[in-house]
């Protein structure tokens, strides 16, 4: 395991002095008086909660880094050298017809009213944070352009410098709303949606009614939590004004901007910034229904769920009632994750890590599902990056997962390719990308790729952090086909759960996936024997026909 240092991270600019660490409290094992730091007992000595976050706030992401016990990496996905699933219709499996390029990464979510996306990823939420709002239109075109949903997070609305409210509290306008929606669907080509995420301050406002009236969006997203995981979401502000504003519009600011000792504290420069805080939602079912059914009278044809890395309890009530409610998507979000705005110690230390979680959610939605109650299409969150990560998703949870959300894997891309547009008009390239050339048409393999999407003319206009979501969506995809194709799997739908082997027996005690040394032992027993005990035999020979006809069948795990 990696070593944990709770007293220093790099997420909060701290480090120890000493190489000897104690284990439980980060501490130095010998903490010398005199020591001039950095751990983050001696910052909190001077700066105080400012340690409660990473930082700089603002100008980074930061996740959790803590080592679980079990996570994905104790899965791996199995091969095979037979059979097919997911061919088109009509197409018979061989090796001409069979190559991984053939594999269809296509997907759906919804109850009735299905949205279709060109890979089974989408965004994770983004809201209010200082790194979505001066990026978005990188992230906002290179997700319409990949074809996947976007994700528009919560109090985007509510911290908008040019919002207006009537009398009632309700918004009249949101340039800053209108202009994030507007630039999605600039760009938008048939595949993915731009959904918006509410939480209690955005159900005060009239967020829902705003984007609905104003843009006619047909899918929006409730939220249990996850903003700064359980807490509500936060921004940091440096302007007592502002702090000011946003405490006049109903958020709770911390330190209390109103008081004089804290306004005092702001002019003598010691106070450098306030925290403006979500409130803590409080669910009940019957309240959840009648939510749900609110936003359905005022015209969307979608309603999601995000819930954060609560326990089995929650779990529980989050599918149950997703169920019952006809919910179209439920983003089930795992620990550790994060995008920086969550209090550095709750990333690495509260909720559900993300494959006990999943794990339960699969076993729990399996549950309704024998009992014939229809499941909602269900999306796994909590630290991806990566197509083996996506494929592990997919297989543990179906057949009920249908995509992953992607939190900080779908940032970097967008800011790596906004900085590399700065670089070149500095005449600053890193070596790193200057290798590859000095233009963005010898930088980005796939901008003719880009430009027969949008017309020569439109390349003009298009951010190239865009084009660095697009460029990492095509490695996923193609990553994702050579995965596929290996374990034969030639469209989303098909990937099941016996597609994967634990690698230790304690994680297919978490998992209900077998251990590798068990999988298939009972198919491989019998062709050592010749004696298929009600096996079809053709499964065990080779034939195609048979592993289409009886995979099902033999390979279903309790």
Not at 26 to 53: H, I, P, Q, S
Not at 498 to 503: A, E, I, K, P
């Amino acid at each position: 395991m990696n070593l944990q240092r709770p007293n220093a991270n790099d997420a909060t600019q701290s480090a120890n002095r000493s190489k000897s660490v104690v284990p439980m409290s980060g501490l130095c094992t010998r903490c010398v008086d005199g020591c001039t730091g950095n751990c983050e007992v001696f910052k909190a000595t001077f700066r105080g909660r400012e340690l409660l976050y990473p930082g700089p706030f603002g100008d980074i992401t930061a996740g959790g880094d803590k080592d679980y016990p079990i996570d994905y990496s104790h899965l791996n996905i199995q091969g095979y050298a037979l059979g097919t699933k997911g061919l088109p219709m009509g197409v018979t499996g061989d090796s001409d017809t069979a190559i991984f390029p053939a594999v269809n990464t296509e997907t759906g979510y919804g109850w009735d009213s299905k949205v279709n996306m060109t890979l089974p990823i989408f965004t994770g939420a983004l809201g209010s944070t200082e790194i979505a709002r001066k990026n978005w239109d990188h992230f906002a075109v290179g997700a319409a352009l990949s074809g996947i949903t976007l994700v528009c997070g919560e109090n985007v609305c509510g911290i908008d410098p040019q919002l207006e409210l009537d009398g009632n509290g309700k918004i009249i306008s949101s340039p800053d709303m209108d202009r994030r929606i507007e630039t999605y669907r600039r760009y938008h080509r048939g595949y993915g949606e731009i959904l918006v995420q509410m939480n209690v301050e955005d159900t005060r406002l009239g967020v829902a009614e705003y984007v609905r009236e104003k843009h006619g969006l047909d899918s929006i997203e409730l939220k249990w939590g996850q903003g700064a995981k359980c807490i509500g979401g936060e921004i940091k502000v440096d302007s007592l004004e502002r702090a000011l504003e946003l405490q006049r519009r109903g958020y709770i600011v911390t330190p209390d901007p109103s008081h004089p000792i804290n306004q005092a504290a702001y002019e003598d420069g010691s106070l450098k910034e306030f925290e403006r805080h979500s409130r803590l939602g409080f669910i009940d079912e019957e309240s959840f229904y009648a939510e749900v059914e609110r936003l359905r009278d005022l015209g969307f044809s979608r309603i999601t769920l995000k819930t954060g890395a609560y326990g089995l309890r929650e779990l529980a009530m989050a599918i149950k009632w997703s169920s019952k409610a006809h919910i179209d998507l439920l983003t089930i979000d795992g620990a550790p994750g994060g995008t920086g705005m969550s209090p550095w110690r709750m990333m690495e230390e509260w909720g559900m890590p993300s494959l006990y979680l999943h794990s339960a959610a699969q076993e729990f939605a399996q549950r309704l599902a024998n009992r014939g109650e229809r499941v909602p299409d269900i999306a796994f969150a909590g630290g991806f990056s990566s197509e083996d990560g996506i494929f592990k998703a997919l297989a543990l949870g179906a057949p009920f997962v249908k995509a992953v959300c992607m939190g900080r894997a779908l940032m970097i891309p967008g800011m790596v390719g906004k900085n590399i547009s700065q670089w070149l008009k500095e005449g600053k390239l890193p070596n790193t990308v200057g290798q590859y050339g000095s233009t963005p048409e010898e930088i980005f393999v796939c901008y003719e790729e880009i430009k027969d999407l949008v017309g020569a003319d439109e390349m003009k206009n298009l951010p190239m952090g865009a084009m660095g979501i697009y460029s990492y969506s095509q490695k996923l995809r193609v990553g994702l086909q050579q995965l596929m194709a290996g374990s034969r799997c030639f469209s989303v739908p098909v990937i099941e759960r016996h597609d994967l082997m634990s690698l230790t027996e304690e994680c297919a005690k978490v998992t209900g996936i077998p251990y590798l040394m068990d999988a298939y032992r009972k198919e491989a027993m019998a062709i050592l024997t010749e004696r298929y005990d009600g096996l079809d035999e053709s499964m065990v020979r080779g034939s195609t026909a048979g592993f289409k006809s009886t995979y099902h069948r033999i390979r279903t795990y309790e």
